[in-house]
């Protein structure tokens, strides 16, 4: 599943594509894939200029804006935000197996849900073979009210040690599913929590409170640092994740913990075990995280 740093790489990738470009038309291949419905989508979608991306947890978003009548469909126009309104967001939650990427003119896209024909060739895809993800379309400060997006917790890239320790500590639930809960932290997935708990020196299994100061601040750092990297190196790709571009992520080839279970600990040689911490997979090492 994507997380914080593959989306934030897709959202990087896609702005130089597709800043101040309009949605002239979109190839409604799947409906399922596009909320509330394929009709209110195209109510909202069509004819807007896309004036930003971004990312809110592991969600990428579009954010929408009326061009102004003299606008051009054909130009491609930078200076986008001079005469431009809001007029609401597309935001896109990959799920499992989604990928958005940008298409120039004369390419076809892979298997697509839904595709985005933007002025000046582009089309940007929406693709998920395994159909968990989706499109949803929001008119100006409709999103805030999205259950979804309304309850997710602070961004772990700007969240302060102090306040990290505080929605942390004192919590009986064990630290790896803390990490995992959208409402604590967002963005955090299986990948990073393994990487960032290892780190750390920390078993997933251990209570939050049984954590000290000193432990939680060095897995504040630790968390900042893993995602830092990753997104240096454009995330991980282990199976369907890919670019905006079309391009393989590098930061598994630096994988510690996940996934290597019965392998050797990089750093005392001892196997690696895994055991199930909120339904998900957590592998570590029973030497080094104590």
């Known amino acids: 599943m994507p997380e ?29 894939a596009l909320k509330p419905s394929p009709e209110a989508f195209l109510a909202l979608a069509l004819n807007q200029t896309i004036a930003g991306v971004g990312r809110r947890g592991k969600l990428l978003l579009l954010h929408l804006a009326s061009p102004a009548p003299h606008a051009n469909h054909n130009d491609h126009n930078n200076d986008h935000n001079a005469s431009t309104s809001s007029s609401g967001i597309l ?13 120039a003119p004369g390419i076809t896209p ?17 693709a998920d073979v395994r159909r968990f993800g989706s499109m ?30 505080s929605r942390l500590t004192g919590s009986r639930s064990r630290i790896k599913a803390l990490l995992l809960d959208q409402h604590v932290i967002a963005g955090i997935g299986n990948i990073y929590a393994d990487e960032a708990l290892f ?15 000193r432990q939680l601040n060095a897995l ?4 900042q640092a893993v995602l830092t990297q990753a997104i240096a190196e454009n995330g991980s790709s282990i199976r369907d994740y890919r670019t905006a571009h079309g391009d ?31 339904g998900r997979t957590s592998t570590y090492c029973e030497r080094c995280q104590k």
């Open 220 to 223: 504040h750092a630790a968390i």
């Open 199 to 213: 780190r750390a020196s920390i078993r997933p299994t251990t209570p939050a409170s049984a954590l000290s100061p």
């Open 248 to 278: 393989a992520g590098a930061f598994q080839n630096h994988f510690q913990a996940y996934g290597r279970a019965g392998k050797p600990c990089t750093r005392c040689q001892v196997p690696m075990v895994s055991a199930k911490v909120a």
């Open 4 to 32: 914080l740093p593959e989306v934030e790489t897709i959202a990087r990738g896609l702005a130089p594509e597709v800043l101040g470009r309009t949605i002239l038309a979109v190839q409604v291949l799947d409906p399922s």
């Open 136 to 165: 949803h379309a929001f008119a100006p400060g409709e999103i805030d009210a999205w259950p979804f997006y309304r309850d997710l917790g602070p961004e772990p890239l700007t969240l302060a040690a102090s306040d990290f320790r």
């Open 91 to 103: 935001a896109i939650h990959l799920r499992m197996t989604g990928r958005v990427m940008a298409y």
């Open 110 to 126: 892979d298997k697509p849900r839904a595709i985005l024909n933007l002025s000046g060739g582009v089309a940007l895809s929406f």
